[in-house]
């Protein structure tokens, strides 16, 4: 099975889980599975006191049975060596939030998702008070695209500290070079998203 294919398999798995967690929260969704909808960052649709919200979902599917403090947002990536805007400060995506699923853990303790999943954790991200709040502290699109030029251009890679940001506490750059898509994203700590009210806690209560 391809790299490709092993990930649909999680990602579809991973979906039946959190649909029976929504389930246990009461909560009134509707998962996506129109391409069109998905690339414009909607995995759900949740109705709530008359208003809908659409829900990305962005899962650590590569760190299962880990706990790691941090989340990655997307800056920029290369496709077919081309570069591409991310999906943080995509004006194309529908996203009223983020769903953070990390702290996943499999039945099996080996990564074999066959054997089903057993525990997560889920934060969620209001997108507009997240971008609002970087720009605010002069981290907006304009600012960090720069920064991206003059990364792709340098020998920086991994945790690139920024001045508006507490690098262990708050978050960094991280600029992934291993990888083929080489994507430049801004590294968040998850508690402190949550201390300052562009992110809470979802699962578990």
Not at 61 to 85: C, V
Not at 157 to 167: A, T, V
């Amino acid at each position: 099975m391809s790299t490709f294919d092993q990930d649909l398999k999680k990602e579809y798995l991973l979906g039946k889980f959190l649909d029976e967690i929504y389930r246990k929260l009461n909560l009134n969704f509707t998962r996506i599975n129109e391409p069109e909808l998905q690339n414009r960052g909607v995995d759900l649709v949740i109705e709530h006191q008359d208003k809908k919200f659409y829900i990305d979902e962005k899962a650590q599917l590569d760190y299962l049975n880990r706990s790691l403090p941090t989340f990655a947002f997307e800056l920029s990536y290369l496709k077919i060596g081309q570069w591409r805007k991310g999906w943080l400060f995509d004006e194309k995506k529908f996203t009223d939030y983020y769903f953070l699923i990390t702290n996943i853990s499999t039945r099996s303790k080996t990564d074999h998702i066959e054997d089903g999943f057993t525990g997560c954790t889920i934060t969620s991200i209001n997108t507009k008070k997240l971008r609002k709040y970087l720009e605010s502290i002069r981290l907006d699109w304009d600012t960090l695209n720069d920064m991206d030029a003059e990364i792709r251009n340098s020998d920086q890679k991994n945790n690139i500290p920024l001045r508006n940001l507490k690098e262990r506490e708050e978050g960094c750059l991280y600029f992934s070079v291993q990888k083929d898509e080489k994507p430049l994203n801004i590294k968040l700590y998850l508690k402190w998203l949550i201390d300052i009210k562009v992110a809470k806690r979802v699962y578990p209560l």
